[in-house]
């Protein structure tokens, strides 16, 4: 949807029983420019690819939960955080 290189952070839990995502995700952008145009284009989106009545909601995370850093610390410790990403 023309992001790309646009975030650096992106956790969407997924329910692999159905093998669909929970209904949310944390994205970081990696610019507040990015950020506008993001919350621009998918707040109250509704055009999913498959048959749902959800719309999308876009908030801005606590002042202590932004940026990638934080990101990485608050879900590090998550049971399906990719090999890649330092214990400590």
């Known amino acids: 949807e023309g992001f790309e290189g646009e975030f650096d952070f992106l956790y969407l ?3 692999f029983s159905t093998g669909t995502n ?3 995700a944390f994205v970081n952008l ?3 420019l990015a950020a506008m145009r993001f919350r621009s284009r998918f707040h109250r ?3 999913w690819s498959m048959r749902t009545t959800k719309v ?3 908030a801005w995370a606590r002042d202590d939960q932004q940026g990638l850093v934080a ?3 608050r879900f590090r410790n998550s049971s399906v955080m990719h090999h ?3 214990a400590s």
Do not use: H, I, K
């Open 13 to 15: 839990p997924m329910d």
């Open 22 to 24: 929970q209904g949310f």
């Open 30 to 32: 990696v610019s507040e």
């Open 45 to 47: 989106f509704a055009g």
């Open 56 to 58: 999308c909601n876009v």
């Open 71 to 73: 990101n990485v610390r």
């Open 84 to 86: 890649s990403v330092p």
